[in-house]
């Protein structure tokens, strides 16, 4: 089992930034590709960004694309996203999730370990 905790949710204004962080345990953290996804209410949850367990590759969803930035420290067990350029359609509660190093997904179902979420509101 991989347990995870988000934490740097909060509210900012339109064209700020906040960083997201993730904290992993329970497992060696290197043994996992991390995934951010984001849920806004009444809407579907969806894919943000990913990253693989080396943290060589990067994918991110059209929308974030130039303005979100995924990063991680397998010394501290930990992923991050960098979000920038915050826009009202960017607020939703925000989800760290893993999957086995030798799995590719963008897609929920692709990953079985999900942290609890962190509100991110962004006001105009």
């Known amino acids: 089992q991989v347990q995870l905790v988000e934490s740097g949710g909060g509210l900012v204004q339109a064209g700020g930034s906040l960083r997201l962080s993730c904290a992993a345990s329970?497992?060696?953290?290197?043994?996992?590709?991390m995934g951010w996804f984001r849920q806004a209410p009444g809407k579907e949850r969806e894919f943000v960004a990913r990253?693989?367990?080396?943290?060589?590759?990067?994918a991110y969803v059209d929308s974030v694309k130039g303005r979100f930035t995924i990063s991680r420290d397998n010394a501290k067990n930990t992923v991050y996203l960098q979000m920038n350029s915050l826009k009202p359609e960017d607020t939703a509660v925000y989800y760290c999730a893993a999957q086995a190093k030798y799995y590719y997904s963008t897609l929920a179902d692709g990953y079985p370990y999900w942290g609890q979420g962190t509100q991110v509101t962004v006001s105009s």
């Open positions: 329970g497992r060696t953290f290197s043994n996992y590709n």
């Open positions: 990253i693989s367990w080396s943290g060589i590759s990067t």
